[in-house]
């Protein structure tokens, strides 16, 4: 572990292309973590609010989850006639609460700078979210995810909070060795 240690002004600091897996990355120095925020908080918005056609929750994980997963409640569940369906889960969104969360979003103001005007990121129904850039995925994640998603049950709110914490320690100024192994212990469980 100290080949992994630099310090720079008195802080360890690891540098990612000192891990044992980093060669076999292609581009070495191109990944973006705002990019890699960014599909992360698309996938979960788009599975909390049941955007139809971007969701992350449908058949083949419902079956993937028998095989993998321990929760039974997520299974697929056969009728009578023989045709699959899923069995409602605790974590989409009701559509009072997408419509409340998206009345929140055009109504919310923030600092200059800050984010991008979050009102032309929500559609006239008020039921999805649409065109939000980079920066304001890096925003949502990182600092409202427990507003956005207050609505949710505590045990799936608890998880997604906790991942908005760890991509907001991956993108401090400086990597502390200790806090990134603790970052590695945690995310399995988050």
């Known amino acids: 572990m100290d080949s992994l240690k630099t310090s720079i002004i008195g802080q360890n600091v690891l540098f990612f292309w000192d891990l044992p897996y980093w060669r076999h990355q292609l581009p070495r120095h191109n990944l973006d973590v705002l990019h890699i925020?960014?599909?992360?908080y698309e996938n979960i918005i788009n599975t909390v609010i049941n955007a139809s056609g971007k969701t992350k929750d449908n058949a083949n994980v419902r079956l993937d989850m028998e095989d993998l997963c321990a929760r039974k409640e997520l299974h697929l569940?056969?009728?009578?006639?023989?045709?699959?369906?899923?069995?409602?889960?605790?974590?989409?969104?009701?559509?009072?609460?997408k419509r409340a969360l998206c009345e929140w979003l055009y109504a919310v103001s923030f600092p200059h700078g800050y984010?991008?005007?979050?009102?032309?990121?929500v559609d006239s129904s008020f039921t999805k979210l649409q065109n939000m850039k980079r920066h304001d995925h890096h925003v949502f994640m990182e600092a409202l995810s427990p507003i956005t998603f207050?609505?949710?049950?505590?045990?799936?709110?608890?998880?997604?909070?906790?991942?908005?914490?760890?991509?907001?320690?991956?993108?401090t100024n400086v990597l502390r060795v200790d806090l990134l192994m603790e970052m590695h212990r945690n995310i399995t469980v988050i």
């Open 77 to 97: 569940c056969t009728r009578e006639n023989g045709n699959s369906y899923k069995p409602k889960a605790k974590f989409p969104l009701s559509l009072q609460q």
């Open 37 to 40: 925020e960014k599909n992360f």
């Open 115 to 121: 984010s991008s005007n979050s009102s032309n990121e």
């Open 150 to 171: 207050n609505g949710l049950p505590e045990d799936v709110l608890e998880p997604l909070v906790a991942l908005g914490e760890f991509f907001k320690n991956l993108c």
